[in-house]
């Protein structure tokens, strides 16, 4: 078929779907289950936001906002002022935040559409939602616009998204949803425009939107703090309960910059341009003076008196990186430094630093000092903005690493961003979508072991909040981070978690887009039930704790062995405590930041036994984490769920219910199931079984419709991609996956503890209605109480979500009321 004639078909087949919304929504066909080109079977499954309803539907978690649920910081964890509208009384309440992003002009729907949009996240039971990117791209659109920033001279703003955004917040104050307000994310400054000193190079904006520069030139923070001002202003939220939290500056910092990973030679030296770098500089011989008394003394503890240049700015990043984008030998050179590091080659912290340490020393100590001034003006700019004690933020602690624990000492709570399996784009050219590849990883196998670690990155004396999480698509299994996220954050008792995202735009999803919840509707299945969980504390938290003392001169130390995503943290655990990474599944971790190394003396060393065994188990039993067989088992009085790979003949029974898949190949599985009345798993009549999974789009053309295949990407073992467009010459298929969607074909067996006479179970469509019961074949019983179920038997009653109703009646008549 002729390039032509492939997309006028595919362009009739768009036409199909929005006409026909059966073919999207509600049961598949009774055809049977389709194929992709890989042989893998799927069958046809999408959601109906606005209309769903019944038991996946978790409204009910939410309640108008009012000035009772104004949020604060109160020791390690947020609450609200409860009715006294007071904080630190004795009717404050915690809370914690299960949110989403929303990114662009998703934070910007029209007043008609708000409600709508707010009351779909209510029913996924979000009750914050993270405003990202409010400040990229501006533009001065009446119709459409994408940034809440105009094209003039920042900070001016697009009168139009201003208001679309203020009547938005108000629609999600109606529906129960707090806002993060993120400030500085997107936007890069313009010379020309702004009225500010030129670039380098004729550069028209900085080269990155994290370069910096903002952090340390005073009309830069002026700026932005007028930003701020109005923006809280314009969008009502002085005052305003509905604001629970604020991100100063989402993924920079001077820290980060001058820490830049080996492989990106220019993130130093584009922070420090010839118009700006004199400030900088400045503020660099006030500390030298301040720290040594004199220039002298500091050039003999750097044991570099014979340079006269000698506190002149840095050129090059920690790592000695040249600042210039690196040749293909630099970046191996640069690599195999960063590989010693994270081999444990280093130098040990068990002696007194060298010259050239204490250099490095001490510039990571002022680089620190900048930040933590730049992030204390901005905080004032909001608590006076705000009128409220609102919790403020700088950045996230992967963009500075472990020194952010003192750029942040005054900051209301510890941020971080986590993914695992993000895509890599080839050539270095981001968010394109014709080369990309994602790693064959899954949660549940070794990307258990970075949410784990995410516990070494917490403040012992502040909340913990992971602003950004995804497993994005189309990485096989990636619907499991979400109740796996929900398991580690619980048992570690953390306080907010935001999915990155729920969406980019206004377009609807009808199938996968990007990192997009929406249109994702193997990950979607398991939001409700994950935030239940989380929002309810029905997954106990670890009853132990143990603060690892972190003095000055450890801090210091770790900050030299390699970017925070090379797990010097995990090692220094290890090597100075004994304890595996996995110890976050025995007890809860966090730094406890020292004022000296003194007091390290007087802190004391945490012990913890562990043994080795082929399950890492929480010690509540709440968690068990089979590493070896990549798979994971929650097992809590309120949630019982198996996620990751399960063989064939194998049964998973740990707990009250048991799981077994009716295939001859291993299958990834994620299977969550909750009650849905009052009482726990064991005497709950009424029961919501989700199956996660991989959802897929449609391979264009296709005659008749398949599902886009996930293929091996060339050259690269152990690296996936989706299959090109039919006559396409690129590697990949796009990340804007074209409807309608497809769920993967996962068939399990499930065995429910049975004491009843009978059960019920009804497949729910895409509106989270009941379909017609399925008839329950019974295998062979494991006894004479059990009974066990087939799920996804065949494509006329596969579903992502099925409900159970247990009859305490031989009566299979007496069915309960649908939620």
């Known amino acids: 078929m002729s390039r032509i004639g492939t997309y006028f078909a595919w362009a009739l087949l768009t036409v199909a779907a929005v006409v026909f919304p059966k073919l999207t929504y509600g049961q598949p066909t009774a055809s049977g289950f389709s194929q992709d080109s890989q042989g893998v079977a799927y069958f046809r499954f999408g959601i109906d936001e606005d209309k769903l309803g019944g038991a996946p539907d978790q409204s009910a978690l939410n309640h108008v906002l009012s000035r009772n649920d104004r949020v604060f910081v109160k020791g390690q964890h947020f609450y609200t002022v409860g009715p006294d509208g007071l904080p630190e009384t004795a009717d404050d309440q915690r809370i914690r935040f299960f949110g989403v992003n929303l990114s662009f002009s998703a934070n910007l729907p029209e007043a008609a559409r708000a409600p709508d949009l707010a009351r779909r996240l209510r029913k996924m039971g979000v009750n914050a939602v993270r405003l990202h990117h409010l400040d990229s791209f501006p533009d001065d659109s009446a119709t459409s616009p994408r940034s809440i920033l105009a094209k003039g001279p920042y900070p001016t703003f697009n009168k139009v998204a201003v208001h679309r955004l203020k009547t938005f917040i108000e629609a999600l104050t109606t529906e129960g949803i707090y806002v993060n307000l993120n400030l500085r994310v997107g936007y890069r400054f313009r010379p020309s425009i702004d009225g500010l000193p030129e670039l380098d190079n004729g550069q028209t904006q900085p080269a990155s939107v994290g370069t910096p520069i903002h952090v340390y030139y005073p009309p830069l923070i002026e700026r932005q703090a007028r930003y701020a001002r109005e923006l809280i202003q314009l969008l009502g939220l002085k005052g305003n309960p509905t604001l629970a939290m604020v991100e100063i500056n989402n993924e920079s910092s001077l820290l980060a910059a001058w820490q830049g990973d080996a492989w990106y030679g220019d993130t130093w030296r584009n922070a420090i341009p010839s118009a700006y770098s004199p400030v900088l500089q400045a503020h660099w011989d006030g500390w030298i003076l301040q720290r040594y008394g004199t220039r002298e003394a500091a050039c003999e503890a750097w044991d570099n008196c014979d340079d006269p240049d000698f506190s002149a700015l840095p050129v090059t990043t920690i790592s000695g990186a040249d600042s210039v984008p690196p040749s293909l030998g630099n970046r191996i050179t640069n690599k195999l430094g960063s590989i010693a590091r994270d081999l444990g080659w280093s130098d040990t912290n068990s002696a007194a630093p060298n010259p050239r340490q204490r250099y490095k020393y001490d510039f990571l100590s002022f680089l620190a000092e900048m930040d933590r001034q730049y992030f204390n003006e901005m905080k004032a700019v909001i608590r006076e903005a705000a009128a409220a004690p ?57 990307g258990l072991a970075r949410l784990l670690g995410l516990s070494l990155r917490r403040d012992h004396s502040k909340p913990f909040v992971i602003s950004e999480f995804n497993q994005p698509f189309p990485t096989p299994g990636g619907a499991e981070i979400l109740p796996l996220m929900v398991a580690v954050a619980s048992l570690q008792d953390w306080d907010g978690l935001f999915f990155y995202r729920y969406d980019d735009s206004l377009n609807d999803k009808l199938a996968p887009w990007y990192f997009s919840l929406s249109g994702d509707w193997g990950k979607y299945a398991l939001m409700g039930q994950s935030a239940k969980l989380f929002r309810h504390f029905q997954i106990p938290s670890l009853t132990d704790e143990t603060p690892l003392p972190l003095p000055p001169a ?37 730094q406890q930041v020292l004022e000296s190394d ?32 990549k798979y994971a088992v929650l097992n809590t009085p309120k949630a019982w769920g198996v996620f990751g790979q399960v063989r064939p003949g194998q049964v998973v029974d740990e707990g009250i219910f048991a799981l077994r898949i009716d295939s001859p190949s291993t299958k990834s599985v994620q299977v969550l199931i909750t009650p849905l009345d009052q009482h726990n798993l064991k005497e709950s009549a009424h029961l919501l079984i989700s199956l996660g999974g991989d959802t897929t789009g449609t391979q264009p053309g296709s005659k008749p419709p398949r599902p886009k295949a996930l293929v091996p990407y060339p050259g690269k073992a152990g690296w996936l991609t989706l299959e090109p467009d039919p006559m ?85 008549t007496l069915k309960q009321t649908q939620k």
């Open 554 to 590: 450890d801090r210091l130390f770790l900050a030299t062995q390699g970017h925070i995503r090379t797990a010097p943290l995990e090692r220094h655990l290890e090597q100075r405590f004994g304890l595996p990474i996995t110890a976050a599944l025995k007890t809860r971790l966090s």
């Open 728 to 812: 396409a010459t690129e590697r990949s298929g796009m990340l804007s996956a074209k409807p309608p969607s497809w769920q993967k074909h996962t068939p399990v067996e499930l065995r429910l503890p049975d004491a009843a006479k009978s059960l019920t179970l009804y497949p729910l469509n895409g509106r989270g209605q009941r379909e017609k019961p399925i008839a329950i074949p019974r295998p062979a019983s494991d006894g004479p109480h059990t009974s066990w179920i087939k799920l996804q038997a065949d494509a006329a009653t596969a579903s992502t979500w099925y409900e159970v109703v247990i009859h305490q009646s031989s009566d299979p």
């Open 390 to 446: 609102v919790p403020v933020t700088g950045t996230q602690m992967t963009y500075g690493g472990i020194m952010n624990l003192v750029s942040h000492q005054d900051m209301d709570y510890i941020d971080d961003h986590v993914y695992v399996g993000h895509h890599v784009y080839a050539n270095g050219n981001p968010w394109q979508s014709t080369d990309w590849r994602v790693q064959d990883i899954s949660t549940s196998g070794e």
């Open 598 to 629: 003194a007091s390290k003396a007087q802190s004391p060393t945490p012990h913890l036994a562990m043994t080795a065994d082929t399950a890492s188990t929480a010690a509540s039993q709440a968690l068990i984490h089979f590493n070896d067989q």
